[in-house]
């Protein structure tokens, strides 16, 4: 099945500053991104989805300046939270797709700003 | 706009028997995918099951299958001899059938289930 890759797993960041999360597709072109992210014994809440070589699109109330996204290529999405405060702690999870894949998920990152 | 509701917040059951998680839906969409995903401890969200709307065979996967009824918009998923490593929280997701570009996955908030020994 296709492999997605998505580091780092966790991450610990202080208070002001910008971690980025990276999705890789290893095995197939990933012409479309979603990322969500997942409170603690929440569901998956969408946050914005990309086309590669596109502007992300960002679902209502998902700040499009906190949450930057990049998708260059089609094996390559990132995610960077900026100017990260304690509130933006969650677990980050993408999803590419290219085709039929919308199964594959990213293993997840757990961010936690101190 | 499309809504998934998962009724059962937790659910517990002994191994080898048999449980049914709820999921209904709400849409004006005819064609479209469903599925069940599991998430463990681990938090990787992994495909259990998936359905296609058009279709009206219920999907089955080992001792996973479903009752999907179209009707009644719903989609329930039943584990036979369930196993310990079963224990997880259990997703329904909705997902439009596009007929270019990919869709988003709606999901339910989630059935924690626990398989006791």
């Known amino acids: 099945g296709a492999v997605v890759s998505q580091h780092p797993s966790w991450v610990i960041c202080k208070s002001g500053t910008s971690v980025k999360i990276e999705c890789r597709s290893l095995?197939?072109?990933?012409?479309?991104m979603f990322w969500y992210r997942q409170f603690p014994k929440q569901s998956l809440m969408l946050m914005a989805t990309s086309n590669e070589g596109s502007k992300a699109t960002y679902e209502q109330g998902v700040e499009k300046d906190k949450f930057l996204i990049n998708h260059a290529s089609l094996t390559l999405s990132t995610l960077t939270v900026t100017s990260a405060h304690p509130e933006d702690s969650s677990f980050y999870i993408c999803?590419?797709?290219?085709?039929?894949?919308?199964?594959?998920f990213g293993q997840g990152t757990r961010l936690t700003v101190v | 706009a499309q809504t998934v509701t998962q009724s059962q917040p937790e659910m517990s059951v002994q191994e080898a028997e048999t449980v049914t998680l709820s999921c209904t839906y709400d849409t004006s969409e005819n064609n479209y995918y469903l599925f069940w995903y599991k998430q463990p401890p681990s938090r990787q969200m992994i495909l259990v099951i998936r359905?296609?709307?058009?279709?009206?065979q219920n999907a089955t996967e080992n001792r996973f299958s479903v009752n999907f009824q179209k009707a009644a918009k719903s989609f329930s998923l039943k584990i036979s001899d369930s196993q310990l490593g079963d224990t997880a929280m259990y997703f329904c997701a909705f997902m439009k059938r596009s007929g270019g570009g990919a869709d988003g996955l709606t999901f339910g908030k989630g059935t924690h289930l626990i398989i006791q020994p």
């Open positions: 999803r590419p797709t290219g085709g039929n894949t919308e199964a594959f």
């Open positions: 095995d197939f072109q990933a012409t479309t």
């Open positions: 359905q296609e709307a058009y279709k009206q």
